[in-house]
């Protein structure tokens, strides 16, 4: 969808246009006037002929025309009243600054549904309510109460705090940062951050989309709609207000783990939309991505007239996991051949204390040519002889005349001794940076965004399964109202979708007990079998290793004779009798359905691991290969599967693959609320891992 009405309307009507300085709906008005904005306003107020020169309109139908857009300002009471004189007069497109609707309770939640009713039925789209307005600086439209007009420029930004949008207009303007629009989108009871977001992405004066969300309206379409556009726009957002709410419900391990922040993030990875932590962050990432080409590798040279900052910025490349430019042959001869003997050669390249503009020109154009660089960082700090100003300025220079195709990032350490340099920086396009490692951090977060870029296809695999069996199995206990799926038919369930279970069977006396374990050859587990009690271990209800028949006829006499005194409202049908699984490492597979997102994935190595480490990882169901694999990656358990130290490392594929399997039946059966396989027990390659205890449960849909 289209906001050109937003951003660029050829008339403005302002509801609720105020005589009185300090207003909304004259600061409004005001700075629409302020910001030049060249097409025609209309201020509408009852009790007004004029405010500010301008002529006052009554309502909207007394102007004689259709307004483009019109900006509402009046009580929230009078805003669905508004909305039909808008209606009446073929507006279809506003902006409602009014607060007082679904922020405020279930009274202004009503007034809210009324205003969108009315919306829909007149076709109206609108942003708001409870919004600080829309700034378009390329057309020099104002409509907001936040601040001065900014520069134009090619970030776009959203916010769904209209606060936070003033202090980043603020902060913007302070710094010379430009945009080409800014949207405070309120309480977003039309448009939303995904419409906000696919708008910027077909703005062709957009090149950087970002944002403040506290929320997203529809998860799964926002997934597939932002990775659609960040193939083409880098999308930086922060984004707080996640709750636990959804994990303090949770009875699995996963879902326990799997908080609304753990879904944001993989949603976010998946889409390649970049997380920044604080306002700073995202500036500093904003406008690396909007003047420089993006790096096409992960090497860094870095230019100084310091050590120490040298130093730091090497530091900094390596913790971020980037690589340190080795500098070929030519490059160092070219170097040598220039600078005094004291400078260093090598990556960090140091022009010395006493350089001049003319040395960081020499070195930066040498550099930039260098086929093992892509791409520079240049650290200044301002010693006597210094120049800011000029130094600044060969950069610039040389940037422009070079277009090497390499971003290069500025780091002038200090403050007024520096100002000038800097200012000429950022008017050059050069992004400037207050250390040395915000300077790495941002290429860092431009080298991941190439490498999401550069993915390869995501292919799912589809497994062979028995899809009949669980649909089955899933529709008998949501039938009868049952949401937690037993023991035995969750093991028939992940058997059909390629898991192998332990042996095992059901015996209802001691005897018959002793016979199965003996048939399974010991050691046998044994565990209580109840439809009625979901955690065995709490009631005394597993018990393993037992060597003979007689350790298994004793442990199942007292079991019944216990476990019924324990829970005399459980129907205990028996105990099942299972081989005991022993060697290998002990994992978790598990899905938590995220209320946003859907199926999150988790994975994480069984015991203290999960549940005092909390080493786990998590992705968003179906999985390719490579993100099933990325998953074991991302948790430090992995380097003990895949063995450490001379020990046998187990079958990382088998575990990819059973993470694979259970995001296909996660995905085909969205009746399954959360799941684990727990343990996961996987050996050697090559050997069959086994699924030895499995949680299922469900809800309706
Ligand atoms: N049509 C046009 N103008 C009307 C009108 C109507 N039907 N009814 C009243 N007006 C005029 C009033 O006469 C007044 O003009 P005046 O000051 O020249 O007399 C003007 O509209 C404003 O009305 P008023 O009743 O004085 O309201 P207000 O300015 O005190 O408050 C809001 C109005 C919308 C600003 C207020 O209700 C509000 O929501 N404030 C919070 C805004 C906010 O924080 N938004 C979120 C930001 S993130």
């Known amino acids: 969808m289209s906001l050109q009405s937003f951003f660029g309307p050829k008339s403005v009507a302002i509801v609720g246009a105020s005589r009185q300085k300090g207003k909304v709906g004259y600061e409004i008005l005001t700075n629409l006037v302020a910001g030049g904005y060249p097409g025609k306003i209309f201020?509408?107020?009852?009790?007004?002929?004029?405010?500010?020169?301008?002529?006052c309109y009554p309502d909207l139908a007394s102007?004689?025309?259709?307004?483009?857009?019109?900006?509402?300002?009046?009580?929230?009471?009078?805003?669905?009243?508004v909305l039909e004189e808008c209606a009446k007069v073929r507006v279809k497109s506003a902006i409602i600054i009014?607060?007082?609707?679904?922020?405020?309770?279930?009274?202004?939640?009503?007034?809210?549904?009324?205003?969108?009713r009315i919306a829909r039925r007149a076709g109206i789209r609108f942003i708001g309510p409870n919004c600080l307005g829309v700034i378009a600086p390329g057309h020099k439209?104002?409509?907001?109460?936040?601040?001065?007009?900014?520069?134009?420029?090619?970030?776009?930004?959203?916010?769904?705090?209209?606060?936070?949008?003033?202090?980043?207009?603020?902060?913007?303007?302070?710094?010379?940062?430009?945009?080409?629009?800014?949207?405070?989108?309120?309480?977003?009871?039309?448009?939303?951050?995904?419409?906000?977001?696919?708008?910027f992405g077909e703005q062709p004066e957009t090149k950087v989309i970002a944002g403040y969300l506290e929320s997203i309206t529809d998860g799964d379409v926002f997934v597939r709609?932002?990775?659609?556009?960040?193939?083409?726009?880098?999308?930086?957002?922060?984004?707080?207000?996640?709750?636990?709410?959804?994990?303090?419900?949770?009875?699995?391990?996963?879902?326990?783990?799997?908080?609304?922040?753990?879904?944001?993030?993989?949603a976010f990875k998946r889409a390649g939309v970049i997380r920044c932590d604080s306002i700073k962050q995202q500036f500093d990432f904003a406008q690396a991505f909007a003047s420089q080409p993006l790096p096409q590798g992960p090497t860094v040279a870095v230019i100084t007239n310091a050590g120490g900052p040298g130093i730091m910025a090497a530091d900094a490349i390596e913790e971020q996991g980037l690589t340190f430019a080795k500098l070929s042959e030519e490059t160092r001869k070219k170097l040598a051949a220039k600078l005094p003997a004291a400078a260093n050669v090598h990556n960090p390249v140091d022009v010395l204390g006493d350089a001049l503009a003319d040395r960081y020109e020499f070195a930066l154009d040498i550099v930039l040519d260098d086929p093992n660089v892509q791409s520079v960082v240049v650290l200044l700090t301002p010693q006597a002889m210094t120049q800011a100003k000029e130094t600044a300025e060969a950069v610039v220079k040389i940037v422009g005349q070079k277009k090497s195709g390499k971003p290069v990032l500025a780091c002038f350490l200090g403050a007024a001794k520096v100002d000038e340099g800097v200012q000429i920086l950022r008017r050059g396009g050069i992004p400037q940076y207050d250390s040395p490692e915000s300077a790495v951090t941002t290429l860092k977060a431009m080298v991941d965004f190439v490498?999401?870029?550069?993915?390869?296809?995501?292919?799912?695999?589809?497994?062979?399964?028995?899809?009949?069996?669980?649909?089955?199995?899933?529709?008998?206990?949501?039938?009868?109202?049952?949401?937690?799926?037993?023991?035995?038919?969750?093991?028939?369930?992940?058997?059909?979708?390629?898991?192998?279970?332990p042996k095992g069977s059901i015996a209802t006396t001691a005897e018959q007990a002793g016979n199965i374990a003996q048939q399974l050859g010991f050691p046998v587990v044994l565990k209580i079998w109840s439809p009625d009690i979901l955690h065995k271990s709490d009631v005394g209800g597993v018990k393993v290793g037992l060597r003979s028949e007689q350790e298994v006829r004793d442990a199942f006499d007292l079991m019944m004779y216990r476990i019924p005194k324990k829970r005399p409202d459980a129907h205990i049908l028996g105990v099942l009798v299972q081989e005991m699984v022993r060697s290998g490492k002990e994992v978790i597979i598990g899905m938590h359905r995220d209320p946003h997102f859907g199926p999150l994935m988790m994975f994480g190595m069984g015991g203290i691991m999960v549940e005092v480490l909390k080493d786990v990882s998590f992705y968003l169901a179906p999985l390719t290969a490579e993100e099933a694999k990325q998953m074991l990656l991302n948790t430090k358990t992995y380097h003990i599967l895949k063995g450490v130290r001379g020990q046998e490392g187990v079958d990382i594929e088998a575990i990819a693959e059973g993470l694979q399997r259970v995001a296909q039946l996660v995905t085909e059966f969205p009746e399954i609320k959360e799941m684990d396989i727990n343990p996961f027990v996987v050996g050697a390659p090559g050997t069959t891992p086994i699924a030895v205890d499995?949680?299922?449960s469900l809800e309706k849909k």
Do not use: C
């Open 43 to 55: 201020p509408i107020n009852p009790k007004a002929d004029e405010i500010e020169g301008l002529k």
């Open 63 to 81: 102007i004689g025309e259709t307004p483009e857009l019109v900006i509402i300002i009046v009580p929230a009471q009078l805003v669905a009243g």
């Open 98 to 116: 009014t607060a007082g609707f679904k922020e405020v309770g279930p009274e202004g939640k009503k007034l809210e549904e009324e205003i969108v």
């Open 141 to 199: 439209l104002n409509a907001s109460f936040g601040g001065d007009l900014p520069v134009p420029g090619s970030i776009g930004y959203i916010s769904q705090s209209g606060a936070l949008l003033a202090a980043i207009l603020d902060l913007a303007n302070a710094n010379g940062i430009g945009f080409s629009s800014l949207v405070s989108i309120g309480n977003k009871a039309d448009i939303d951050e995904l419409d906000v977001i696919n708008a």
């Open 225 to 266: 709609e932002a990775e659609e556009i960040s193939n083409r726009k880098p999308i930086l957002l922060m984004k707080s207000g996640s709750t636990a709410a959804g994990a303090k419900a949770a009875s699995s391990h996963t879902g326990s783990l799997a908080g609304g922040e753990v879904a944001y993030e993989s």
């Open 451 to 501: 490498r999401w870029r550069t993915r390869p296809k995501r292919v799912v695999r589809l497994f062979p399964v028995n899809r009949r069996k669980v649909e089955s199995i899933v529709e008998r206990h949501l039938r009868r109202g049952l949401l937690d799926i037993g023991e035995a038919e969750a093991k028939e369930i992940i058997e059909a979708y390629g898991f192998a279970t």
């Open 694 to 696: 499995a949680r299922i």
